[in-house]
T-cell receptor, first 112, second 118 residues
């Protein structure tokens, strides 16, 4: 079993839809949770950064962490074609050399 | 946000030669940088953690003599792929941790470097 599980997709939605992306994990020591967006042939771009459980909102993006269920989500409201990319969840423990453990990424396509 | 720059963006080299990839933090000091490798449609695989002024820490299965890492300053880390072979062809990405606290710092990624060994 992988430490972090993420559905690779692809996920195709119409423009304007609400997108829900999710990851589950097995290591209860993870405390920091991140979502990265990666366009084809580019490096990952940090979207959201959350510590422990709770919600965090930034513009059209909302990140949720439920540590009791070991489940994290990223919601994208009013999705745009420019949101089409691969979304990677990542997480790490406190200290531990800051090593990130990534999900496999979910490929999202927002269609006109 | 913080910017991490990688150079070159893409490189083609002959089998048996060595290639150096640079990773720079442009507007912050990074005591720790990370090197990843990513194959098509797969997630990032951590290769090594680079600490300024000390030896890099390699992940299991990564050959330290083949992937030489040097972190000579707080803004620059380099990855040298020595005696490259076609199977080393991949997308190499670096990241840098902003700040010096042991936890709670944001990690930013470079744009990546495509290596093709022919």
């Amino acid at each position: 079993q992988k430490e972090v599980e993420q559905d690779p997709g692809p996920l195709s939605v119409p423009e304007g839809a609400i997108v829900s992306l999710n990851c589950t994990y097995s290591n209860s020591a993870f405390q920091y949770f991140m979502w990265y967006r990666q366009y084809s042939r580019k490096g990952p771009e940090l979207l959201m950064y959350t510590y422990s459980s709770g919600n965090k909102e930034d513009g059209r993006f909302t990140a949720q962490v439920d540590k009791s269920s070991k489940y994290i989500s990223l919601f994208i409201r009013d999705s745009q074609p420019s949101d089409s990319a691969t979304y990677l969840c990542a997480m790490r423990v406190t200290g531990g050399g800051n090593k990130l453990t990534f999900g496999t990424g979910t490929q999202l396509k927002v269609e006109l | 946000g913080a910017v991490v720059s990688q150079h070159p963006s893409w490189v083609i080299c002959k089998s048996g030669t060595s290639v150096k990839i640079e990773c720079r933090s442009l507007d912050f000091q990074a005591t720790t940088m990370f090197w990843y490798r990513q194959f098509p449609k797969q997630s990032l695989m951590l290769m090594a953690t680079s600490n300024e002024g000390s030896k890099a820490t390699y992940e299991q299965g990564v050959e330290k003599d083949k992937f030489l890492i040097n972190h000579a300053s707080l803004t620059l880390s380099t990855l040298t792929v020595t005696s490259a072979h076609p199977e080393d062809s991949s997308f190499y990405i670096c990241s840098a941790r902003e700040g010096q606290r042991p936890s709670g710092n944001t990690i930013y990624f470079g744009e990546g470097s495509w290596l093709t060994v022919v």
